[in-house]
C-alpha cells in the first residue's frame, strides 16, 4: 500500500500565493508520474499539473506560467507552487501518485485533498 500525505492549502486572496506539498510512503517500487488535479464545486475534477519520472511536465492551460511543479524522486514527494492565485483557482487540490507494481501494471493513489480559496 502507498500513502500520500498533502500539505499546504488554505484562504488566500487574489494574487497571492500558496505551496502544496504531497509526500508519498509505503511499498513502492518505483513511481511513474506525481501530480496535482483538483476540483471545483459542481464540476469534474481535473488535471493541473504532472511530472514524469523523467522530470517532463505538463500544466493545465489556465495555471501556465503561474504555477511550477517540482519532484524529488529521492523523498518521493511533489510540490505545487501556485503564483498569481485568482478566484476560479478556488477548488479541493488532490495529489495523485501512479507507482509501478509490475512492468505491465500501473496503479494510481490519491491523496485526500486539501482546499484552496481563493477570495476576491
Known amino acids: 500500500q502507498v500513502q500520500l500525505v498533502e500539505s499546504g492549502g488554505g484562504l488566500v486572496e487574489t494574487g497571492g500565493s500558496l505551496r502544496l506539498s504531497c509526500a508519498a510512503s509505503?511499498?513502492?517500487?518505483?513511481?511513474?508520474?506525481m501530480g496535482w488535479f483538483r476540483q471545483a464545486p459542481g464540476k469534474q475534477r481535473e488535471l493541473v499539473a504532472v511530472?514524469?519520472?523523467?522530470?517532463?511536465?505538463n500544466y493545465a492551460d489556465s495555471v501556465k506560467g503561474r504555477f511550477t511543479l517540482s519532484r524529488d524522486n529521492v523523498e518521493n514527494t511533489v510540490s505545487l507552487q501556485m503564483n498569481s492565485l485568482k478566484p476560479e483557482d478556488t477548488a479541493v487540490y488532490y495529489c495523485?501518485?501512479?507507482?509501478?507494481?509490475?512492468?505491465?501494471?500501473?496503479?494510481?493513489?490519491w491523496g485526500q485533498g486539501t482546499q484552496v480559496t481563493v477570495s476576491s
Open positions: 509505503g511499498s513502492i517500487f518505483s513511481i511513474n508520474t
Open positions: 495523485n501518485v501512479v507507482v509501478v507494481v509490475t512492468t505491465r501494471v500501473k496503479k494510481a493513489y
Open positions: 511530472v514524469t519520472s523523467g522530470g517532463s511536465t
